[in-house]
C-alpha cells in the first residue's frame, strides 16, 4: 500500500485547478442506466472511485469509452444484476438500485458495506423505493427488489440525521420513469443532488423543486441519452483552502463554485483566513493569527461533514479551544488520534472533538482510515515540522485527484512511496 512521505513547514503558493465532483458524478454515472441511448459525461475525475463505478456499470452490460475526464456511456442491454463483491466495496454504488428498478423492474445488488465513519444504513432508500411500489427482501447478503411498475408516490425522506443525500438520489432517479407524480419530503439540497436532477433533466425528466427539501417528479415513459458537465468538487475546493491557510501560504483556487462553499468559506473567515474573490477565484491568503472556532456539521447548506476532518487539521494551529460537533455520521473521528501522533491535543466528548490548539506539530508516522481523514492528516503532515509519512493513501486516491502533484506544484514537499 502507497504512502505520502511529507516534509512540513513550506507556505503553499500558485494556482489549483478543482476537479470535477466526485460525490456528484458516480450518482450521475448510475443515472446513465436509465436510458438505452448514449451519454456523454464531461469533467469526470479520475479516481478509484470513478473506476469502481464503471467496472460496475460495465458488469451490468454498459459499454463505457473513457477519454481525458470524458466518458461515452450507453446502457443499451443491461441486467439487473450487480457484481456482489464490487458494489459490496463501493457504498456509493448503492445509487445504481433506483435507476435499475426503473429501467428493468428489477435489481439485484449485494447490501453495501458500512465503513469507518458509521454503519451508513439504507433504511431510508428502501423506504423510499418500497414507496413507489417495489418488493424488497434481503437473501444471503443481496438486495432482492421487484416491482411490475413503479408508482408516483408521497416520498419522506428524513432521518435521524437529517436527509439522506444518495437516498433522494435513488428516489429521485426511480421516479423518473415512475407512473404519475412523486413528491420527495425532506430530500437531500446538496449541490451534487442538483447536479444529478438537471442531468435528469436534460435525458427528459420533469422534475421540479431541485434543490429544494420538497422535489416533484413527475414520471415519464422513458429517457433520452444527454451531454453533462459535472460540477466542481466543493469538497476539494475547501481541502486546499484549509492546506493553503495552515500553511499560511497563498493558493489561488480555479474552477471552484464558491456558491457552494458558503458555509466553508464563513468558517475560514471566522477562524482569522485571509480570502480574496477576484474574477470568481478564491484567493487564500493565510492568515494573520487563527484563532479558535465552534463548528456543528450539518446537512446542506450548513457546514458539511466532509470538511470536518480538515478543518479540524487547521484548528490544531489556532491558540485556544475549538469544538468540532459531528451531527451527520456516530463515528467520524478517526483522525483526531491520527492527529495527537503529531503533537495535538484533542479530547473526544460524544458527538464533538476539543482541540485545544496553537502548539506546533511535529511530523510522525501515521495511518489514514478514510477519505477525509486522509486528507486532514495530508493537511497536517504539510504545516508539521520535519517529515510526516501518512500510510494507507489508497483511501486518499478515492476522492482526491492527484493530489500529490497539486500539492508539489503549489510548493509542497511530498512524494508517493509505493507501498511494500
Ligand atoms: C453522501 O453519502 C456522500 N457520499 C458522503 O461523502 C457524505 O458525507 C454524505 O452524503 C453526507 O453529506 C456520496 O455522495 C458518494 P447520507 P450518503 O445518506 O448519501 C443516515 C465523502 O467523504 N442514513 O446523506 O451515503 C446516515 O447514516 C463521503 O465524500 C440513514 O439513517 O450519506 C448518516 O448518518 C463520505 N438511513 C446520514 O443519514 C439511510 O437510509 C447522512 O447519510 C441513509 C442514510
Not at 426503473?102 to 428502501?126: F, M
Not at 484533542?346 to 511530523?363: D, F, M, N, Q, Y
Amino acid at each position: 500500500m502507497d504512502s505520502f512521505l511529507i516534509e512540513g513547514g513550506v507556505p503553499l503558493h500558485g494556482e489549483v485547478q478543482i476537479s470535477g465532483s466526485k460525490n456528484a458524478v458516480l450518482p450521475i454515472l448510475a443515472a446513465t442506466l436509465l436510458t438505452a441511448e448514449t451519454c456523454v459525461i464531461r469533467r469526470v475525475p479520475d479516481l478509484s472511485d470513478v473506476d469502481f463505478m464503471v467496472k460496475i456499470l460495465r458488469s451490468l452490460g454498459a459499454e463505457v469509452t473513457a477519454a481525458e475526464g470524458m466518458l461515452t456511456i450507453r446502457c443499451g442491454a443491461i441486467r439487473g444484476f450487480g457484481d456482489y463483491d464490487l458494489i459490496r466495496k463501493m457504498r456509493g454504488s448503492i445509487c445504481i438500485l433506483g435507476p435499475l428498478l426503473a429501467r428493468l423492474g428489477q435489481a439485484t445488488v449485494s447490501l453495501p458495506g458500512g465503513c469507518v465513519i458509521g454503519t451508513r444504513p439504507i433504511d431510508l432508500h428502501l423506504k423510499g423505493l418500497e414507496a413507489l411500489g417495489a418488493k424488497i427482501t434481503v437473501d444471503g447478503g443481496y438486495l432482492r427488489c421487484d416491482t411490475p411498475k413503479l408508482q408516483g408516490n408521497l416520498v419522506f425522506l428524513g432521518g435521524r440525521a437529517g436527509p439522506t443525500v444518495l437516498g433522494t438520489a435513488n428516489i429521485l432517479m426511480a421516479a423518473t420513469l415512475a407512473e404519475g407524480v412523486t413528491v420527495i419530503e425532506s430530500a437531500a439540497c446538496e449541490p451534487e443532488v442538483v447536479d444529478l436532477a438537471n442531468f435528469l433533466i436534460s435525458m427528459g425528466a420533469k422534475i421540479q423543486g431541485v434543490g429544494s427539501p420538497t422535489i416533484t417528479v413527475t414520471g415519464v415513459r422513458e429517457l433520452h441519452g444527454a451531454e453533462h458537465e459535472v460540477i466542481p468538487d466543493r469538497i476539494e475546493a475547501g481541502t486546499f483552502a484549509c492546506a493553503a491557510a495552515a500553511t499560511c501560504g497563498e493558493v489561488t483556487l480555479r474552477g471552484a463554485r464558491l456558491d457552494h462553499l458558503g458555509a466553508v468559506l464563513e468558517k475560514l473567515r471566522e477562524a482569522g483566513v485571509g480570502l480574496d474573490r477576484t474574477q470568481g477565484a478564491l484567493t487564500i491568503r493565510g492568515h494573520r493569527g487563527l484563532r479558535p472556532v465552534d463548528v456543528t456539521t450539518m446537512p446542506y447548506s450548513g457546514f458539511p461533514t466532509d470538511m470536518q476532518a480538515q478543518l479540524m487539521a487547521l484548528l490544531c494551529l489556532a491558540p485556544g479551544t475549538s469544538i468540532l460537533t459531528e451531527r451527520i455520521f456516530e463515528s467520524r473521528f478517526m483522525h483526531a488520534a491520527e492527529l495527537m501522533r503529531l503533537g495535538a491535543d484533542i479530547s473526544i466528548e460524544g458527538p464533538s472533538a476539543i482541540v485545544k490548539g496553537g502548539r506546533p506539530l511535529t511530523g510522525a508516522p501515521v495511518m489514514a482510515s478514510d477519505l477525509r481523514a486522509s486528507a486532514a492528516l495530508v493537511i497536517a503532515g504539510l504545516c508539521a515540522r520535519n517529515t510526516t509519512q501518512v500510510h494507507r493513501i489508497y483511501h486518499l486516491d478515492r476522492g482526491y485527484e492527484r493530489m500529490e502533484a497539486k500539492l508539489s506544484k503549489l510548493g509542497a514537499r511530498i512524494s508517493r512511496v509505493p507501498g511494500e
